[in-house]
């Protein structure tokens, strides 16, 4: 019985040791790893897994690939429905999505999805077994704002469909939050992002950094000036949020973006970059979503003692489980069913503590979690000297002003149909601008969604 | 990369870079800025734009070598590029929205301290163009600092030059010569707009309160990506947390907490100059 064998534990980096590095947590399956562990998949006649999977890749059959170590054979299966396999074996919350709804968690553990989906990356990138099919240049021309997984993905689709595509990207890096968000520990820059990035050229996507649409150019001069039949806006999640509490302006309050910007996209945690950052010797971070472990365990491993500070309990935590693990592992504290109602400082103006009251949890709110309620009398201080909030992000409201007609909802996410048309005519969008912060592997959804519905679009102009 | 066609010393430790940018050349206006990196390892550096021209593609900025990212820029020579030139950032003035009528009518007055002497170049040009009344008053804290005079001069209708010791033009500070502007000569104006360090900002404000002086002042706050992620610029404007580099650069200097901006440019001073140091280390032990 295939089911017998156990979920084939995967090798990672000693938890002491890598709370002092930067260095790849998670090693992977070899080869033989991953056959073992495909051989587990019970190859169900009707798949839960692929329901649950955002994009809906065909799991088993990928697997069974794997199982007969066919691995080109696998990658292309994966190449139907997914272009970013590396990273999003890497980021996905696959708990909630493949591996949740997997049979064999019923009374065990579920076939590790998204490990295998990494190997087969992986694998790919190593081997150069992308085989993708590409169609004959069709001479239009579409751009892409933003070199996220959103944009990507849609530029990637558009290419192998024979388009002409020009990625813009405000920053001096391509990949977007991959970038500069996810740290280096989590998602490799140079060994995964660049590598899918550089498959993309190969494909003939052309990229500029250091534009920022609706500044440098907008969105009308692309289609009237430079040609482009249509725009994809894959732009991202925009502004982060703070409390609106009493002390957040004092200096050492950062937000979880200033922070991993600072670490990831440049570097500062390298000597010979010359970016500065402050960690301080005791770091509070605010949140319990992926990026808020990304901050802390960013910290610890910058030399912080590091804790995070979040209104519900554990169970609501929105991280990955696997963050969660790993962040514990390291030695995070994790302060649970806690929220901050003032920063204090010193008479210079940094932060010296954080005031927080306990927390309990009462009725279900509109998201279907339990709500947090304020335990009366319950103030405590915490003594830190760095506190990052990690509580999310608004929208920029940049393409908004600077494109008229592109119409947004009342949060100002940009409103775009299921296919990602939005309210002007040949411009399209996806991903966290038009859903607010939401994970990798929906922006990569939406990207490719909208790249089959520009095709439609440039075809039915034709 | 970004070829830096010019390169001029304006005065000390000030340097102007012109740089061949044509998407930037062609979308600036004044107010705006730009973020330059000098190389892989260098930071993102807000910069204001001294100028810039369609035609040629090229546009202007003026650097101070504070830190080491700013120090490596100039020690580049013409014909060197600019690994990145992002901009033009932030919003543009917001007189460049009013008729011609209305700029017919007002009289602005320019007060610019130092390297923020450069940012007003652009805007003092604009108004000069559309037929708005320009007074610049230009200050330092000697003759030897100044910088933009001569340019300046051509485009308004007064200059006037303050120097704390006197060695040229008027002896004292900026906010003294606003004082005998208003209060001696009795000018009046319809809108002060003042560029220069948070401090001198700061009491150039206080200043023109007085006179109910509607006063623009604009920011350099810290920043990484400039585009609105990161909010290292963020700064409290009457009493409301705003981004400098989506909401400003410019705003109501009457409103503004320039103590707590003051106190946030500083956030990273150990480590700026702990890093100036390693670099003079690193660049004395090159020339040995």
């Avoid at chain 1, 009366?376 to 915490?382: G, I, N």
Wanted: hydrophobic content about 40%.
């Amino acid at each position: 019985m295939a089911n017998k064998i156990p979920r084939v534990s995967v090798r990672e980096q000693d938890a002491r040791q890598r709370a002092t590095n930067f260095e790849e947590v998670c090693y992977g399956y070899n080869a033989e790893e991953a056959r073992l562990e495909a051989s587990r998949c019970l190859n169900c006649k009707n798949p839960r897994c692929v329901a649950a999977c955002p994009v809906n890749i065909n799991i088993p059959a990928f697997i069974g690939k794997v199982n007969d170590g066919d691995f080109a054979a696998a990658a292309s299966i994966i190449a139907e429905d997914s272009s970013l396999p590396s990273i999003c074996g890497r980021v996905c919350p696959q708990e909630t999505q493949c591996e949740g709804s997997c049979i064999l968690g019923i009374k065990g553990e579920p076939v590790a999805i998204g490990k295998l989906e990494r190997f087969v990356g992986d694998w790919s990138l190593e081997n150069g077994g992308k085989s993708a099919v590409q169609a004959d240049a069709n001479g239009h021309k579409v751009a892409i704002i933003g070199s996220g997984p959103s944009g990507l993905a849609c530029a990637s689709d558009l290419a192998k469909m024979g388009y002409d595509v020009t990625v813009f990207e405000a920053l001096h890096k391509l990949g977007g939050v991959l970038v500069y968000g996810i740290p280096e520990f989590r998602l490799p820059k140079e060994k995964i992002v660049a590598r899918e990035i550089a498959s993309l050229r190969d494909l003939g996507v052309k990229f500029e950094t250091d534009v920022v649409v609706g500044r440098t150019i907008t969105i009308d001069s692309l289609m009237e000036d430079e040609g482009f039949d249509a725009v994809f806006i894959g732009s991202g999640a925009g502004l982060p949020r703070f409390m609106g509490i009493e002390g957040e302006n004092l200096n050492g309050v950062v937000s979880a973006n200033e922070f991993l910007t600072r670490a990831n996209l440049m570097r500062a945690f390298a000597e010979e970059y010359d970016t500065p950052i402050y960690v301080g010797k005791r770091v509070v971070v605010v949140g319990g979503g992926n990026v808020a472990m990304d901050a802390v365990r960013t910290a610890k491993r910058l030399g912080a003692d590091a804790v995070i500070v979040y209104r519900r309990s554990e169970a609501e935590l929105p991280a990955r489980v696997e963050e969660v693990h790993h962040a514990k592992e390291e030695g995070i504290v994790f302060k649970m069913l806690t929220n901050p109602v003032r920063v204090l400082g010193d008479d210079k103006g940094w932060v010296r503590g954080i005031t927080c009251v306990e927390m309990t949890l009462g009725e279900p709110d509109e998201s279907g979690r339990r709500s947090p309620v304020v335990k009366p009398d319950s103030e405590f201080d915490v003594e830190c000297d760095v506190v990052i909030m990690a509580l999310g992000t608004s929208p920029n409201p940049l393409l908004k002003q600077t494109t008229a007609g592109l119409d947004t909802d009342r949060r100002g996410c940009i409103v775009a149909s299921e296919s990602g048309a939005t309210s002007r005519q040949g411009v399209f969008a996806g991903g966290d601008a038009v859903t607010g912060a939401a994970t990798v592997i929906l922006a990569m959804g939406a990207g490719r969604k909208a790249a089959k519905a520009i095709d439609e679009y440039i075809k039915a102009k034709r | 990369m970004f070829k830096i066609v010019e390169k001029r010393l304006l005065a000390d430790n000030i340097y102007l870079l012109r740089v061949e940018a044509p998407r930037v050349a062609r979308s600036a206006q004044p107010g705006q800025f730009v973020i330059v990196r000098v190389d892989e390892q260098g930071e993102r550096v807000p910069l204001t734009i001294a100028d810039y021209d369609v035609e040629s593609g090229l546009v202007t900025i003026v650097i101070q070598t504070i830190g080491v990212s700013t120090r490596k820029m100039c020690a580049l020579e013409e014909g060197d590029s600019l690994a990145d030139f992002v901009g033009p950032l932030g919003n543009p003035s917001e007189f460049v929205n009013l008729s011609a009528e209305e700029l017919q009518r007002r009289h602005y007055l320019f007060v610019a301290g130092g390297v923020g002497t450069a940012p007003v170049y652009p805007q003092a040009k604009w108004l000069n163009e559309h037929g708005a009344k320009v007074d610049v008053i230009i200050g330092a804290k000697t003759a030897s600092l100044l910088i933009y005079t001569d340019e300046m001069a051509k485009v308004c209708d007064n200059l006037y030059i303050a120097t704390d010791d006197g060695s040229r033009g008027f002896k004292g500070m900026v906010t003294a010569k606003i004082k005998e502007l208003v209060e001696t000569e009795g000018k009046q104006y319809d809108e002060c707009v003042a560029i220069g360090p948070m401090i001198m900002m700061k009491f150039v404000t206080l200043t023109t309160r007085e006179y109910s002086l509607p006063t623009t002042v604009s920011l350099n706050a810290l920043m990484v990506d400039g585009t609105g992620m990161c909010g290292a610029c963020r700064v409290s404007v009457d009493g409301k947390t705003r981004f400098t580099c989506v909401d400003g650069p410019e705003f109501d200097g009457h409103k503004v907490d320039f103590d707590e901006a003051m106190r946030r440019q500083a956030m990273y001073r150990t480590q700026e100059s702990e890093a100036n140091e390693k670099h003079e280390h690193k660049c004395n032990c090159y020339g040995k």
